[in-house]
Nanobody, 122 residues
Framework: VQLQASGGGLVQAGGSLRLSCAASGPTSNNYVMGWFRQAPGKEREFVAAIPWGASSTYYADSVKDRFTISSASIRNTVYLQMNSLKPEDTAVYYC????????????????WGQGTEVTVSS
């Protein structure tokens, strides 16, 4: 599975961005698709996840009610709509796919995209 993340950029605090993650190769409804982020000098952290083809979603407390993860199976794409952005949301955002394991744990994810940078100015 190859993952290509896009949609990052520079935005002012309070603004919005939508990230996309296009999956190619052999995908499966058994996969969980996740978004993680890594700020400079910090560890990679879980942001959101959605089982492929399902409606249940998972969010980190820090982004709940501001970010929305969704999937479009027909396009093999997962989205992360980010609203009310804050400077502390500044990070490189990665999409990833997991076949099993805890959805909030980076070690559960086998496939990773290259990352897209999000910068939120105050």
């Amino acid at each position: 599975v190859q993952l290509q993340a896009s949609g990052g950029g520079l935005v002012q605090a309070g603004g919005s961005l939508r990230l996309s993650c296009a999956a190619s190769g052999p995908t499966s409804n058994n996969y969980v698709m996740g978004w993680f982020r890594q700020a400079p000098g910090k560890e990679r952290e879980f942001v959101a996840a959605i089982p492929w083809g399902a409606s249940s979603t998972y969010y980190a407390d820090s982004v709940k009610d501001r970010f929305t993860i969704s999937s479009a199976s027909i396009r093999n794409t997962v989205y992360l709509q980010m609203n009310s952005l804050k400077p502390e949301d500044t990070a490189v955002y990665y999409c990833a796919a997991a076949e099993s394991g805890l959805v909030v744990a980076a070690k559960s994810y086998t496939y990773w995209g290259q990352g897209t940078e999000v910068t939120v100015s105050s």
